[in-house]
């Protein structure tokens, strides 16, 4: 495999790790709520600002009105937007400094106790919060009539002095995909340069070591002071629910209840367990089709098929024409398999975007590549968009480098142990933040805490929801039947949350209303999934 290649193959699955999803499940309740308000002309920035009005003060921040604008150019949401100022080492407070951006999203009029707040905490690691909110505004509306939302940019991301590496592959350069096909030595020597080169840029402006999921925690108390609040609420999305259990382990006394949305045990190593997670939901989610009669007679076995395309493709990968869908040309490139991992992966978080996959693998058994090629290249392309890959490699590197490691019994899987080598050679040239101790023990509390799994999520199954709960007597664990990751704004989920923040009780939730959710039924043909 070529040098470049192999690189995309793990860019590909870093930088979905945790929370990215693009295509959203649709929200299947009441419509969304009345903050959403139109974008206006920029709906690519994350905020935009309105027209200059006094601040509003929440605490000692004073915000400004903004319009916080939905990336995929939608609707954007009201709020108000601010910054503030924290050490970068906690051990320098008169050193660098860095601005954190935040957004408050004010309770509705009438509010009961508008000034018990709830923060989300995004995923990735690497998504910012700010940037983030609009796609799961919806899933907060019951939530935002009676409670302010805080959304803090983790150090690292959004307008909080960003990390991005973007220019990593432009660093690798060097020659076509077929160009030193097998040479492993030269993969992994360009790979290590094109980190180093990114750790360089990246230290002009701000030391590695703190940017950890540690480093978030003391910012997020931080924030907490500054807004005047003794107690939180939080909802954690994927990765953001380390941060969240981390914050409940350092501060109990300041969270009143914990929300976590496809979480991930404090015990995980990130990147051990997901060549094996993915392979269990591949064959759960291909499994439907065998269940459902046109689709087995129109696709056959997905995953016997899938198998035969990766093989085809390592031995010859194929010439493709395709049209790109930026630019709306026809194009030609070599079908490498990493492309079919990339995309297998990241259509799996979703099982609207999953239940296209065994139509595209039927496809390309077929010989018809251009489909896959065309969507590969656009996942490709909008990946480095959504995630900072450097705050990512200092949390990584950080937390979680040294318990990595290679699974012999995954080495013929469709992900393999491609990740877990990729993460190793790059934090070799990482640094790396201390580690508290304690870090990877599992949460022990009494805190009212809602766990959310979906049932086929690729990423944080429901076993890992059913692991944290062991330590936390007061919780509780809602698997939604059919769905993939990140699940709070799926159905009734929203009124659920809503009720749990009210109650603080997971246990006397009647959530009878999420046995409505149905399977996504695999496409047939691209006219859709038969009758």
């Not at 002095?161 to 040479?183: F, H, P, R, T, V």
Request: proline share 7%; hydrophobic share 40%; net charge negative.
């Amino acid at each position: 495999m070529s040098r470049k290649t192999r690189f995309i193959l793990v860019a590909l699955l870093l930088l979905a790790f945790f929370g990215w999803r693009q295509v959203r499940d649709r929200v299947q309740d009441a419509p969304a709520d009345n903050t959403a308000v139109a974008a206006g002309k920029d709906a690519a920035a994350a905020r935009t600002p309105s027209a200059p009005a006094p601040p509003r003060m929440f605490g000692s921040i004073a915000f400004h009105p903004c319009t916080l604008a939905s990336p995929m150019g939608g609707a954007g949401v009201a709020a108000q937007c601010g910054t503030l100022s924290v050490a970068e080492d906690p051990a320098k407070p008169q050193g660098r400094r860095i601005a954190l951006n935040l957004a408050w999203i004010p309770a509705g009029e009438g509010a009961d106790d508008p000034r018990n707040p709830v923060f989300m905490l995004a995923g990735g690691p690497g998504q910012a919060a700010v940037a983030t909110y609009p796609t799961v505004a919806p899933a907060f509306r019951e939530v935002a009539k009676h409670r302010d939302v805080v959304l803090v940019d983790q150090r690292g991301t959004g307008d909080s002095n960003l990390l991005q590496c973007a220019d990593m592959l432009e660093a690798l350069g060097g020659g076509d995909d077929a160009d030193e096909a097998g040479d492993e030595a030269a993969s992994r020597a360009a790979m290590r340069e094109a980190t180093a080169h990114c750790r360089d840029t990246l230290s002009r402006h701000a030391d590695l070591r703190f940017y950890t999921t540690t480093d978030a925690v003391r910012d997020l108390d931080t924030v907490r002071q500054a807004l005047g609040v003794e107690q939180v609420n939080l909802l954690g999305i994927s990765y953001g629910t380390r941060v969240a259990q981390r914050y409940a382990g350092t501060y109990p006394q300041h969270v009143r209840a914990l929300v976590l949305d496809s979480p991930a045990p404090n015990e995980l190593v990130l990147g051990n367990d997901f060549a094996r997670n993915l392979e269990d939901a591949l064959a759960l989610q291909f499994g439907r089709c065998a269940k459902i009669p046109d689709c087995a007679n129109a696709l056959g076995d997905p995953r016997a098929q899938l198998d035969s395309l990766m093989a085809r493709l390592r031995d010859d990968p194929p010439l493709v024409t395709y049209r790109d869908a930026n630019s709306g040309r026809q194009q030609q490139e070599r079908l490498q398999p990493a492309r079919i991992v990339g995309l297998a992966r990241m259509y799996a978080y979703s099982p609207m975007a999953a239940s296209i996959l065994p139509l595209l693998i039927h496809e390309g058994a077929q010989g018809r590549y251009d489909g896959l090629m065309a969507l590969s290249k656009m996942l490709a392309d909008s990946l480095p968009e959504q995630m900072a890959y450097g705050m990512q490699l200092s949390v990584i590197c950080s937390e979680d480098a040294d318990g990595l490691r290679a699974d012999p019994d995954m080495a013929a899987s469709l992900l393999g142990n491609e990740l877990v080598d990729g993460l190793l050679t790059q934090c070799e040239a990482w640094p790396k933040g201390t580690r508290p101790d304690d870090f990877h023990k599992p949460l022990a509390s009494n805190l009212p805490t809602l766990l959310l799994s979906g049932e086929l999520d690729p990423v944080t199954p429901p076993a890992y929801a059913e692991q944290i709960a062991r330590t936390l007597p007061n919780s509780r664990v809602l698997v939604l039947r059919g769905q993939g990751h990140n699940v709070i704004g799926t159905g009734c989920m929203p009124r659920l949350f809503a009720q749990f923040l009210d109650t603080a009780d997971a246990r006397g939730l009647d959530a009878k209303c999420l046995d409505k959710l149905a399977y996504t039924p695999p496409f047939t043909s691209f006219n859709g999934w038969g009758p």
